[in-house]
């Protein structure tokens, strides 16, 4: 890890551009969490990333009422690609939802998909609370990208638009399914999403509709009953480990 | 699933002995759920397992002030083995330890054992709010047993203690180690135990002494930073896919 790296005292997402010796304007939230829960200085230096750029060291160079300024000086990182891995998942009541958000972030998730279906009791979704989760754990996991949240969309709706070419591995609870490590070497090295349902998960008639559609492979989660976002992150870890950046 | 699995209002974990015709009686907790959440009558089916005589559909016969009582009527699944993993992790504050115990339970762990390490800054640990919640996961996830959960000790004591024909699987953050793809694959058909850091990671000190060690295995977990609980999950899940009984 370089001297810039070790440093720093916070690392940001932001939407500017990076590069050598841009000012970049940190938005509200940051300067409060840098100037009053960090207490940093004119001088600090903190790492800043957009999922473009790469990551940058930048040091504070400004701190006053209007807004804190941090001025790029040495890329530490060049941006490079990440698995192109979506989830999709019937949302559950808040704390599950949040977890679910940070963890995901966290494996290394590239799109997050919220899907209604007929057994979800979650009715809206907080789409701005999700970003914020996604954020957060995007700037403490070290990636270089945040995940995309998507609105809701019915569970009719998901399918009819899913792109064909993307392999939807849908984790089913009842009858056969292949082994999640067998359906992640299967699907190495193509677009992928993972679909997971709610407590209580797909009904008979969702269940009949994925089976029935070429891009979607049942895959099984071994023999006990995981809860929906249980569920969600054993198939990302599994994926990721056999078909993503981990090995 | 038979007709009594698909009927019965609740899964219950019980210490007593189970057979044909055997009376059980529920405790205080399990009583008040099923009268007063569930509102369960007398005729009404309950499943029952103990961790040692498998699963069986047993009929509420009688409610009274003084308790309920459930008579054996049919095992529903006999008792099988699962597969022998540990978990020794440093635990983190109360929402993600109990969100990783609960999540740990449905990923099929046989021990949880608490670690405290030089980094560790919960001090303390509730066993019994540890083993309420293992309980709860191994009755919704459909086990047939329930997680061991052993006392706090320190890290020193652990590798004191460990029984060396157990291998031990180190989630190491820093420097070179084994895919978890690959260890799970060495680990396969013998006693193994994962061993996770709490947020900010092992010690030097610690992570030298770990690796000295001959039963040590240190691991990956991809390239990405992972919070200690969702570190603990990605390698549980990983485990069972590979070397468990999810395949």
Known sequence: MSEERTEAVARLYVTGDLGEGVAVTLDEGQAHYLLHVLRAKPGNLVLL??????????EISAAAKRGVTAKCLQQTETQHGTPDIWLAFAPVKKTPSDYLV???????????????????????????????NAIEAAEQSGRLT?????????????????????????CDEGGDAKAMTQAARESRGGPTG?????????D????????ALPFVMPVSLG????????????????WQSIAGDWS
Chains 1, 2 share one sequence.
Do not use: C, H, Y
């Open 49 to 58: 990333f957009n999922g473009r750029d790469g990551e940058w060291a930048a």
């Open 102 to 132: 940070q963890k995901a972030a966290e494996l290394g998730v590239s799109v997050l998909q919220p899907v209604f279906t007929r057994r979800t009791i979650v009715a809206r979704i907080n789409e701005e609370r999700m970003a914020a």
């Open 146 to 170: 945040v995940p995309q949240i998507r609105a809701g969309v019915s569970f009719d709706k998901l399918l009819a638009s899913w792109p064909q070419e993307r392999r939807l591995l849908f």
């Open 194 to 202: 993972i679909l997971t349902g709610p407590e209580g998960g797909f």
């Open 204 to 211: 008979p008639a969702e269940r009949a509709a994925l089976r």
């Open 223 to 238: 023999p006990r009953i995981l809860r929906a976002d249980t569920a969600a992150l054993a198939a990302l870890a599994i």
